[in-house]
C-alpha cells in the first residue's frame, strides 16, 4: 500500500498542535451531540472525548451566539489542562464562519451553501479564506452527497464526480489566496459506492492538478450498532488500502465517544501508530470486514464464504451487494439535534424492520434532512418543538407531525405506498 502524498495541515499551535497529512499518523476526530449553548454539558463531553482519545473534536456553531459559547468552552477546558483542537462545525452562515478565527483551531463549511447566488458564495469564502490567513485558522471544505446545490448539480450533476469537481473549485480559490497548506477536504455520502468514488476521483484531480491536500474520510450518516461500524469500515477501509485519507471519523447514531474503537482501528491498521490505543471490542468482527469490504467494493469478487451468517449479510450490505432488510440511513446527531434521536432510531429500525427494499432516514434537524437523505425513501425529520416532518424521497408529504405519533405515521405511509 503506498500513501497518497499530501501537504501536512497544522490545526491548533504549538505543542498541543495536530498534524494531518500523508506524512503523519492517521488522525481520529469525533463531534459533540450536546448543544453548544450548554457550555457545561459540553465542556464534560469534551472531556470525556479527550480522555477516551479523540484528536480533533468538534462542535456545531448554529448561531453567533454560539460563537462565545465555544470560546467559553474552549477557556474551560484549558482550564482543566485539556488542549485537544476544537473545530466549529459552521452551516450556510458565512456570517458566523468569520467571527470564528481566532477562537476555533479549524471550522468545517461548505462554501457553496453561503449564498444561493454561487457568485455571492465566491466572494464570501474569499474573505473567509483572508481572515483565516490572518489567524492561521484551518478550514475543511466539507461536501456531502445530496447538498451539492443547484449550481453544482445543474453544471455537473448529482454524481462522485461531480462532488469532486465542486471540492476542486474550492481548492483553487484557495491556491489563489496561497492558503492551500491550511486546507482538508471531506466528500461524505451515505451510500458507500457514492463515497469511495468521489474520493477517488478528488485524489485523482489533485494529483494531476499538483497540489494535494489531506482528505477527511467518512460514512455520513452511517446507523449504528454493528450495522454503523461494518458500513464505515468497509468505505473506509477500502481508500485507505489505496493511500487515500488522512483523518477519519466513524459517525454513529450512539454515544460519540462510542466512535473511537472503531476509527483507532482503521487507523492503526492502515497508518502509522499511534502511542496510545484504546481497547477495541469489535476487532473480530472489523477484520472480517476489512479483509472482504475492500475486495467487494472494488469488484474483485462478488461474494464470500463466512461462518458467521448475520456478519456475512451485513457486509454484503455494507458494499451495496446484497440487501437483506432495510437500510437506514441516521446521522450521529449534535448540537442542533432538539428530540431523542438514539431512542427514536431504534423505535424507527424496530418498526420498519419487516420491509425490504426500502431506504429510510432518520435525521436530527432540517440542516441533515432532505438534502443529506438524497438517497433515501422515506425520511423522519426533526423540527424541534416536539416535531417531526415525514419525507417520501424529497418531498415532505406530513409536517409538524407530533413524536409521539411520527414513527407510527411512517410505517403507515411505507405500508400505503407498497399496496
Partial sequence: M???????????????????????????????????GDVAATVEQCVRLSDAGAELIRITVPTLQDVENLRQIRKQLQERGIFRPLVADVHFSSDIAMALPGIADKIRINPGNFHPVHEKARERFAALLEKCKAYGTAIRIGINHGSLGAYITEKYGNTPEAMALAAMEWLEMAIAADYQSKIVISLKASNTVVMVGAYRALGRMMQERGVVVPLHVGVTEAGNGDTGRIKSAVAIAT??????????????????????????YLAERYGLPHAEVPEIPEREMLDVACKWGPQLMNGTIQDFDCA????????????????????????????????????????????????????????????????????ADYGYVGEGRGLVTLYRRRTPVLRHVPEAEAVEKLVALIREDKK
Fill in 2 to 36: 503506498s500513501k497518497m502524498e499530501t501537504l501536512n495541515v497544522q490545526v491548533g499551535s504549538g505543542e498541543h498542535s495536530v498534524v494531518i497529512g500523508s506524512s503523519h499518523p492517521i488522525v481520529v476526530q469525533t463531534m459533540c451531540n450536546t448543544p453548544t
Fill in 239 to 264: 481508500l485507505l488500502e489505496e493511500g487515500i485519507g488522512n483523518t477519519i471519523r466513524v459517525s454513529l447514531t450512539e454515544p460519540p465517544e462510542n466512535e473511537l474503537p472503531t476509527a483507532y
Fill in 308 to 375: 458467521d451468517a448475520s456478519l456475512h449479510d451485513e457486509i454484503m450490505q455494507a458494499c451495496r451487494k446484497k440487501f437483506y432488510k432495510p437500510e437506514y440511513i441516521a446521522c450521529p446527531g449534535c448540537g442542533r439535534t432538539l428530540y431523542d434521536l438514539q431512542g427514536t432510531f431504534e423505535r424507527v429500525k424496530a418498526a420498519t424492520a419487516g420491509f425490504q427494499d426500502v431506504v429510510i432516514a432518520v435525521m436530527g434537524c432540517i440542516v441533515n434532512g432532505h438534502g443529506e437523505m438524497a438517497d
